[in-house]
T-cell receptor, first 117, second 108 residues
Framework: EAQVTQNPRYLITVTGKKLTVTCSQN?????MSWYRQDPGLGLRQIYYSMNVEVTDKGDVPEGYKVSRKEKRNFPLILESPSPNQTSLYFCASSFSSWGAFQDNEQFFGPGTRLTVL | KNEVEQSPQNLTAQEGEFITINCSYS?????LHWLQQHPGGGIVSLFMLSSGKKKHGRLIATINIQEKHSSLHITASHPRDSAVYIC??????????FGTGTRLTIIP
């Protein structure tokens, strides 16, 4: 089954304790991205990757890191989480970038709800 | 500034009604996406449009480039259509700006 998986689905942590949210896709997609979703603000892009070893900042990259060492995986790293990073996080993937093809379907992971105390 | 605005924020309708959700955007988008977020939180991509109209089942999406406006229509609405519908403008080829979503509730 074609899918994007994220782990963990729920996480409660404390300020300053490094954490990683994993994202993996099994569709050989080139494009992967991370979003956070906050009430009243909608989805905002954190980082995206066009291919292995190619990453770029989205609209809200501060406080986050990513890596793309393998095509299937795109982990999101919070080196020193703070309460303002409490949010719902989504990973997404597609064959190519959002605008490359008319029928370039985007696949989203199930979301990770993060609470930083 | 890249901006995408949706209306209404909330919409409640009776089963069977024709539904319209609107999305307006600032200049410069190359395409517009419609997404559906289920009550459980999962997000599904519905349409990507750069011109004209697309139809999938009971869902129809239109875009008017000159007026900088897109609409999502649902015909013969059903309670299972209850979800949050999100539009997103593609600025350039890679970056999306999302609207804040329209929460649709269909009452049986």
């Amino acid at each position: 089954e074609a899918q994007v998986t994220q782990n963990p689905r729920y996480l409660i942590t404390v300020t300053g304790k490094k954490l990683t949210v994993t994202c993996s896709q099994n569709m050989n997609h080139e494009y992967m991205s991370w979003y956070r979703q906050d009430p009243g603000l909608g989805l905002r892009q954190i980082y995206y990757s066009m291919n292995v070893e190619v990453t770029d900042k989205g609209d809200v990259p501060e406080g986050y890191k990513v890596s793309r060492k393998e095509k299937r995986n795109f982990p999101l790293i919070l080196e020193s989480p703070s309460p303002n990073q409490t949010s719902l996080y989504f990973c997404a993937s597609s064959f190519s970038s959002w605008g490359a093809f008319q029928d370039n379907e985007q696949f989203f992971g199930p979301g990770t709800r993060l609470t930083v105390l | 500034k890249n901006e995408v605005e949706q209306s209404p924020q909330n919409l409640t309708a009776q089963e069977g009604e024709f539904i319209t959700i609107n999305c307006s955007y600032s200049v410069g988008i190359s395409a517009l996406h419609w997404l559906q977020q289920h009550p459980g939180g999962g997000i599904v991509s519905l349409f990507m449009l750069s011109s004209g109209k697309k139809k999938h089942g009971r869902l129809i999406a239109t875009i008017n480039i000159q007026e900088k406006h897109s609409s999502l229509h649902i015909t013969a609405s059903h309670p299972r259509d209850s979800a949050v519908y999100i539009c997103a403008g593609l600025f350039g080829n890679e970056k999306l700006t999302f609207g804040t979503g329209t929460r649709l509730t269909i009452i049986p």
